[in-house]
């Protein structure tokens, strides 16, 4: 079955960076994409950025645009987040997903916390 195992959150300052990796396995199929998504405490869950299976295409969230870069490691089979310039508001759980070949965001990690203190 499919897994995602997200790791690298913590808590880092104001203007700090922290990368996020995500671990996956057990695919049957080539997903469409990899994303990273983010939830606050009281908030939706909000998109941040995805890739294509192929690595070739990045879309972000215009919160995170210039600031994040997501990238993937084909020899490891993980998906990065590069976060810098950190910013309170970044903070949320963030988590991993994988998308199939109906577009459809359907394999999540567990998530993990990144908090970020001014």
């Known amino acids: 079955q499919v897994q995602l195992v997200e790791s690298g959150g913590g808590l880092v300052q104001a203007g700090g960076s922290l990368r996020l990796s995500c671990a996956a396995s057990?695919?049957?199929?080539?997903?469409?994409?990899m994303g990273w998504f983010r939830q606050a405490p009281g908030k939706e869950r909000q998109f941040v950025a995805d890739?294509?299976?192929?690595?070739?295409?990045?879309d972000y969230a215009d919160s995170v645009k210039g600031r994040f870069t997501i990238s993937r490691d084909y020899a490891k089979n993980t998906v990065s987040l590069q976060m810098n310039s950190l910013k309170p508001e970044d903070t949320a759980v963030y988590y991993c997903?994988?998308?199939?070949?109906?577009?459809?965001?359907?394999?999540w990690g567990q998530g993990t916390q990144v908090t970020v203190s001014s």
């Open positions: 997903a994988a998308r199939d070949a109906f577009d459809r965001y359907k394999y």
């Open positions: 057990g695919f049957t199929f080539s997903p469409t994409a």
């Open positions: 890739i294509n299976w192929g690595g070739a295409s990045t």
